[in-house]
């Protein structure tokens, strides 16, 4: 058995390639959460901040990775609230048993769902548009997207490659919106160590409703080789974006736009989204979930 580097006592079960560190899955753990609360350091949280995390479309897994990384850090500050909000149609994928109880689910009708299968620049304006509106509904400051350091350099590579520079806003560590932060919850980390947690965690099996598809994955495989070793992914989008940020937005997602709704929202028929809130889901404690009440 090989034993964790830093505290050298548990069983390794992660290999963090970047640093040659091998973790155990409690040192992981921390280290996931302070590298995301530094992620949410962009977003500027107020002490008595409410962080709503969405059920990705695309990446659910992830969202409940940073669900109960978040509840870590609520712990550490009393004042905040975090809630994961579930659209029904995901709301039998949530696999309660692994989420931490007392942590808030609060259960909201969309409509139209996202497309079966779609590009990750109209899967983050889906999740980003309902989730707004489930943020006001809410009163919450702060959206946390799933989103690692690898993802948004991929953001980047796919808004550069497609020609559609108004993309950038969506690789963004931080975007405000009427009021609202949405922030890349993990932009501080690499995907492969988001994924060891979700695995870990047991969130690894919760199907998206979205697949996604991705054109420029094999130009970032061969530019970094190990996209988990790119620093680029923060700063190259923040620059580009500071050329185009008196462009106009989308009303809808908030994403770069020159003509009203942008033409994702468009495409999706998000024109006519609809968003209620229909109540909490219960933690279900040993005996399985209990549907909205
Ligand atoms: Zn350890
Ligand atoms: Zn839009």
New binding site residues.
């Given amino acids: 058995m090989t034993l964790c580097s830093v505290c050298g006592v548990r069983e390794a079960v992660y290999y963090r390639s970047y640093s040659g560190e091998r973790l155990c899955q409690r040192c992981l753990l921390r280290a996931v959460e302070r590298l995301v609360s530094r992620s949410l350091s962009a977003a500027n949280p107020r002490p008595t901040s409410t962080f709503l995390i969405p059920l990705s479309s695309f990446a659910p897994s992830s969202s409940l990775a940073m669900a109960r990384v978040l509840w870590g850090a609520e712990r550490r500050f009393p004042r905040t609230k975090v809630v994961l909000a579930v659209p029904d149609f995901m709301a039998d994928r949530v696999l309660l048993q692994g989420l931490p109880e007392g942590l808030s689910l609060e259960v909201f009708e969309v409509r139209p769902p996202p497309p079966g299968s779609a590009d990750l620049i109209s899967c983050i304006?889906y999740d980003?548009?309902w989730s707004l509106r489930a943020a006001e509904s809410l009163g919450a400051d702060i959206i946390v997207l799933p989103l690692s350091r690898t993802d948004l350099t991929l953001l980047t590579l796919e808004a550069l490659l497609s020609g559609d520079r108004d993309a950038l806003s969506d690789a963004l560590r931080s975007l405000s919106v009427g009021g609202i932060s949405v922030v890349a919850g993990a932009a501080e980390l690499e995907r492969e160590a988001l994924a060891a947690l979700e695995f870990l965690s047991g969130f690894a099996d919760v199907k998206p409703m979205c697949s996604l598809k991705i054109a420029s994955k094999g130009v970032l495989m061969s530019i970094f080789g190990r996209p988990e070793v790119d620093y680029g992914g923060l700063k190259i989008p923040e620059v580009l974006f500071g050329q185009l940020k008196d462009r106009p937005?989308?009303?809808?997602?908030?994403?770069l736009?020159p003509g009203g709704?942008?033409?994702?929202?468009?495409v999706m028929g998000?024109e006519a989204l609809s968003v209620k809130r229909l109540g909490q889901l219960h933690h279900p404690g040993p005996g399985g979930p209990e549907g909205p009440s």
């Fill in positions: 304006r980003r548009a937005r989308c009303s809808i997602c908030g994403g736009s709704v942008c033409t994702r929202c468009k998000l």
